[in-house]
């Protein structure tokens, strides 16, 4: 098979990881960078990753970055383009067997190396189901959808449930900017500190195991602000308790 594959400098080491399993398998892969860990902006690889399969150059294309998220984002605004989000083996089954996926997108910063070869894996070996899914996918670039006439007409129309809970989330937000002065945030975690507090909240789509992201001495310095520059092992220190349940790995960035 051939396949296209691009990341950012934040993939950059899972993209040549990946490169090498899939040449092992006997794909052909064709690499449009980058080339090092070197900072860049990734818009312009990660296009031209998705133009070659829109092209038909190659059958599949790969992308990563950091998160994955900006990758899948600037893949999918090719037509004929579909790119997953791929963060375990089930995602990755789904997009294939019901979305007929023919790109897909990792967070190296967010799965371990091994995971990202079961995806990859994964992808490649499972089918598209058809059926009832060959119409969804149809209307993924059927541009006319929502333009009127021939398409569907998708109208938000606000019930009283929906505005009640904006008020909630108003009412919540406003509560909040009030207790606290200081927000970190993590992947994953944020820790807030306000003059007679401090709460964690952990992102309710936490998987265990997972990895959780923490600025190096050097970032945590330059980026955070000035109140907790000399306070990282202290606030590292209260999140791993707090965490102290979960399978979780901190690893620094």
Same mark, same amino acid.
């Given at each position: ?58 059958? +599949? ?5 950091? #998160?994955?998220? &900006? =990758? ?5 605004? @090719? *037509? ?55 119409? +969804? ?5 059927? #541009?006319?959808? &929502? =333009? ?5 007409? @998708? *109208? ?66 330059? =980026? ?30």
């Amino acid at each position: 098979m051939k396949i296209s594959i691009g990341s950012d400098h934040a993939g950059y080491h899972y993209k040549e990881m990946i490169k090498r399993f899939l040449e092992e398998k006997g794909h052909e892969v064709h690499d449009f960078g980058t080339d090092s860990d070197q900072s860049v902006d990734y818009p312009p690889f990660i296009r031209a990753v998705a133009l070659a399969v829109q092209r038909g150059d190659c059958e +599949r294309g790969i992308v990563l970055g950091g #998160s994955g998220n &900006g =990758e899948a984002m600037v893949a999918n605004r @090719l *037509k004929g383009i579909r790119c997953a989000l791929c963060w375990s083996r089930e995602t990755a089954l789904l997009a294939r067997g019901h979305n007929d996926a023919n790109m897909i997108s990792l967070g190296e910063r967010l799965i371990p190396p091994e995971k990202a070869l079961e995806i990859v894996e994964v992808w490649l070996d499972t089918p598209f189901d058809g059926g009832r899914h060959s119409k +969804r996918i149809q209307q993924i670039d059927d #541009s006319s959808l &929502g =333009e009127g006439s021939g398409g569907l007409e @998708l *109208k938000a129309r606000p019930t009283i449930t929906d505005a009640a809970a904006m008020r909630t989330a108003d009412e919540s937000e406003s509560d909040s900017s009030e207790k606290y002065d200081l927000l970190i945030a993590f992947r994953y975690i944020k820790y807030m500190e306000g003059k007679n507090s401090s709460e964690f909240q952990v992102d309710p789509g936490l998987k265990t195991p997972t990895i959780i992201h923490v600025p190096s001495p050097d970032r945590w310095v330059s =980026e955070m602000p000035e109140w907790a520059k000399d306070r990282r092992d202290e606030i590292i220190e209260r999140i791993t308790e707090k965490t102290s349940h979960m399978n979780r790995e901190f690893k620094e960035y």
